[in-house]
């Protein structure tokens, strides 16, 4: 990936410079200097190309002189509307220009625009722009081997220009440790289903000892043991088996001389990780089929949300739980009509094995609860094609059983660009679960299908505060976005890290 780094503001010698400019200003500071140095041409050039400034908007000059390649100017939007997600948004934008070229190195000023809003500094300015110039640089491209060199990115750094680099880069430090848990991420949900089973994912999991989390990974026999028998039944149609990773992270301060002595109840994520879904008995039709490699994209969430939170040592305790399973059809295979006792103690009437990352979930989501007692858990999951029928690809289904939660989720959202639709819960839903041989039956019928899918796991919380994030319309996206690039989306990682950076940690 691009390497990211942070200098003062001086016009390159070589090489492209990205301008980023709020709307309805004249260039100034390196833009100002960029101007003179090409005669006026720069603002003469703006203003061919009908550059105002706006959000999203874009112009190229191509090899203007002064030694540049190319001068690219990307709108930022009124400077009083600013947000840190709108300069993220900038910093992908600028570097999907930087990456369109053949130059090795390339800049971006980090001017801060006069009458930006208050809470964003010279330095938050130039680290939300890194941000999102780093996000935008992933590339998933180990299984290529023919790809030409003038196909792959030349681009190798990217420096950010602004008047104070030590605090700019100190500003970035912990938000390049959420892009590395962003990466960790999109590397888990892009890899082939042959490659990443429940084994090899649990595997990778184990990487995140290096950050300082606990991992402990369990296998068939201990799960059997322990009677995660709905989660197993899942996986009963696969000679790839189960596993359930327990990721710790104690950051909070430790109080009193005890070894392990905290303050508060940690949080808790909790992830579906079914690494390829063929639906079992209840077989999926073949076209798109492919896709489903990533229904473990809850799982990969909460992967690189506990790296994240390990890699910037974020002051909380927290707990993460990943199901891995694969669904397959075969000889061995759960049935349509199979009864199964949960680790909870409630049976569930299998009517269709393609609803089976509530399965999964509920093992896990009554395990964490019984063993770490949280402040509250949050579930992601890939669980519904109904949530993409209500809300399409650009809002995750959110289901609480707190508002205050659901309160903090969504404002989370809106600040990283991860966005929620709180959705209903309630009784009449729930009802449409009832099973005339079981405790429930695990699919509620077509209407509301996302809704009662969340109704069947509130059955496995008790009174810890909940939420359920139904991923499956954001976590791949098919096309690019400014600080996204086609592909995993990672959808969740910065959302509930803010979750706990502006909420839960010890301050």
């Given at each position: ?168 880069k100190a500003a970035y430090a912990p938000l390049g440790r959420i892009a590395d848990g962003v990466f960790i991420t999109r590397d888990l949900v892009s890899e082939p289903p042959n490659v990443l089973n429940p ?136 049935r349509p009509g199979d009864v199964v006792k949960s680790y909870s103690g409630q049976t569930i009437e299998v009517l269709n094995t ?154």
């Open positions: 990936m691009t390497e990211i780094r942070f200098a003062a503001p001086a016009l390159p010698k070589d090489g492209a410079l990205v301008l980023p400019m709020a709307e309805g200003t004249a260039p100034a500071g390196l833009a100002a200097q960029v101007d003179r140095a090409l005669s006026g041409r720069l603002k003469a050039a703006l203003k061919a190309a009908r550059f105002a400034g706006k959000k999203g908007q874009t112009a190229t000059l191509l090899a203007p002189g002064a030694g540049l390649s190319r001068v690219i100017a990307v709108g930022l939007g009124k400077a009083a509307e600013l947000t840190e997600d709108g300069i993220e948004a900038a910093g992908g934008t600028a570097m999907a220009a930087l990456l369109a070229g053949a130059d090795l190195a390339g800049a971006i000023a980090a001017d801060l625009p006069q009458g930006a809003p208050k809470g964003i500094d010279a330095a938050a300015f130039a680290a939300r722009l890194a941000l999102g110039a780093r996000l935008r640089s992933y590339r998933f491209d180990r299984y290529r081997t023919t790809e030409k060199p003038e196909d792959k990115p030349a681009l190798k750094a990217a420096t950010l220009l602004g008047p104070d680099p030590a605090r700019a084994a090899v994912m649990a595997e990778r999991c184990r990487a995140l000892g290096k950050l300082g989390v606990k991992v402990e990974v369990m296998g068939p026999r201990e799960l059997r043991r322990l009677g995660f028998n709905t989660l197993l039944a899942v996986a009963q149609g696969s000679a790839n088996e189960a596993r359930v990773v327990v990721m710790r992270w104690n950051g909070a301060p430790r109080r009193g001389r005890g070894k392990g002595k905290g303050g508060a109840a940690p949080v808790a994520f909790v992830g579906k990780g079914v690494t390829f879904d063929t639906g079992g008995i209840s077989i999926k039709p073949a076209a798109g089929m492919e896709d489903m490699k990533w229904d473990m994209a809850g799982a990969g969430a909460v992967v690189g949300l506990m790296a994240a939170l390990a890699g910037r040592k974020a002051k909380v305790d927290a707990v993460g739980i990943v199901g891995l399973v694969e669904n397959m059809p075969s000889g061995t295979a759960q393609d609803a089976e990352g509530r399965l999964v979930l509920a093992d896990c989501l009554w395990y964490c609860q019984e063993r770490f007692k949280p402040r509250f858990m949050v579930d992601l999951a890939t669980l519904t094609g109904a949530i993409i029928i209500s809300l399409g690809h650009e809002n995750a289904g959110l289901f609480a059983s707190d508002d205050t939660l659901a309160a903090q989720i969504i404002a989370a959202g809106k600040a990283t660009g991860e966005e929620c639709w709180r959705m209903p819960l309630g009784d009449a839903y729930d009802k449409q679960l009832k099973s005339d041989i079981a405790d429930m039956k695990n699919i509620g019928g077509r209407p509301g299908g996302s809704i009662t899918a969340a109704q069947f796991l509130q059955r496995f919380v008790n009174k810890v505060p909940w939420a359920h994030l139904d991923i499956a319309g954001v976590a791949w996206q098919g096309k690019d976005k400014p600080a996204v690039p086609k592909g995993a989306t990672a959808f969740g990682v910065r959302l509930l890290d803010r979750l706990v950076a502006e909420h839960y940690e010890s301050r």
